[in-house]
C-alpha cells in the first residue's frame, strides 16, 4: 500500500539558510500535519491543513511556514535556519471525515532529517 | 489536550504480556485516547484509539477504566520488534497530537 512520501530524506544546511521540505500524503487523504523532533526529543505538532487551508497550528516559528497545494502535498518552508532546527520532520497524512474532525489514524512518513551546521 | 503521564521505562519477557499504562485524570468527555509507537527515529505508527469501550485489533488491546481517568495498553505477546517507544495521546478532534514523554519499553529474549 501507498505510504507517505518526504523528500528530501537528508538535508544538510548552513545557519542563515533556507530549507524546503516536502510531503507527499497517501493517495485520497486529505489532511496533512507537519511535526517536529529534536534528537532526544518527543515530536512536537507544527501545523497541519485540511483540504489546502490551514487547520491547527502548533509550536511552528515565525520563520517557518507551509501550504497545501491543490493536488494535497505539502511543503514546509524554513528561513534563517537556526542551529536548534536540526531535527527529525515527519509529515503524517490521515482522512478527516464529514465532521471536520480527524478520527482516524495519522500516517506518519519516514522524516527528514535536518542538519544545520 | 488533556496531559498524560507515563512511565519513563518498562522491560517485557519475550513473549509475555505487555500491559503499558498511561494516566489522564483530565481528560474530558469527548476526548480519545490514542496510542501510538515509534522505532528508532521512524515515523510513529498507529497501534489503537478508543473512547468508553475496550477496543482490540490485530496489534494491541486498550482497556480503559470506567472514569477514563487512565488506560492500559496491552500487547498480547511481545517480540523483539514491539521494542520501541510507545505513546499515549489524548485528543479530541484527532487533529494535532501532542506527545508526552512515552514509555520505552525493551522486550528482553
Known amino acids: 500500500a501507498a505510504g507517505v512520501i518526504q523528500s528530501p530524506r537528508h538535508l544538510i544546511k548552513e545557519k542563515r539558510e533556507t530549507a524546503t521540505l516536502k510531503c507527499y500524503p497517501i493517495?485520497?487523504?486529505?489532511?496533512v500535519y507537519w511535526y517536529q523532533q529534536g534528537p532526544g526529543q518527543d515530536p512536537q505538532f507544527l501545523i497541519s491543513f485540511y483540504e489546502k487551508m490551514q487547520s491547527d497550528k502548533g509550536s511552528i516559528p515565525d520563520r517557518f511556514s507551509a501550504q497545501q497545494f491543490s493536488d494535497y502535498h505539502s511543503e514546509l518552508n524554513m528561513s534563517s535556519l537556526e542551529l536548534g532546527d536540526s531535527a527529525l520532520y515527519f509529515c503524517?497524512?490521515?482522512?478527516?471525515?464529514?465532521?471536520?474532525?480527524?478520527?482516524?489514524?495519522?500516517?506518519f512518513g519516514p522524516g527528514t532529517r535536518l542538519t544545520v551546521l | 489536550d488533556a496531559k498524560t503521564t507515563q512511565p519513563p521505562s518498562m522491560d517485557c519477557a519475550e513473549g509475555r504480556a505487555a500491559n503499558l499504562p498511561c494516566n489522564h485524570s483530565?481528560?474530558?468527555?469527548?476526548?480519545?485516547v490514542y496510542w501510538y509507537r515509534q522505532i528508532h527515529s521512524q515515523g510513529p505508527q498507529y497501534i489503537i484509539h478508543g473512547l468508553k469501550n475496550n477496543e482490540t485489533n490485530e496489534m494491541a488491546s486498550l482497556i480503559i477504566t470506567e472514569d477514563r481517568k487512565s488506560s492500559t495498553l496491552i500487547l498480547p505477546h511481545a517480540t523483539l520488534r514491539d521494542t520501541a517507544v510507545y505513546y499515549c495521546?489524548?485528543?479530541?478532534?484527532?487533529?494535532?497530537?501532542?506527545f508526552g514523554t512515552g514509555t520505552s519499553l525493551t522486550v528482553i529474549p
Open positions: 503524517a497524512s490521515s482522512l478527516v471525515w464529514s465532521s471536520g474532525s480527524s478520527l482516524n489514524e495519522q500516517f
Open positions: 495521546i489524548v485528543s479530541y478532534t484527532g487533529n494535532q497530537f501532542y
Open positions: 483530565t481528560i474530558s468527555g469527548n476526548e480519545y
Open positions: 493517495p485520497r487523504h486529505d489532511t
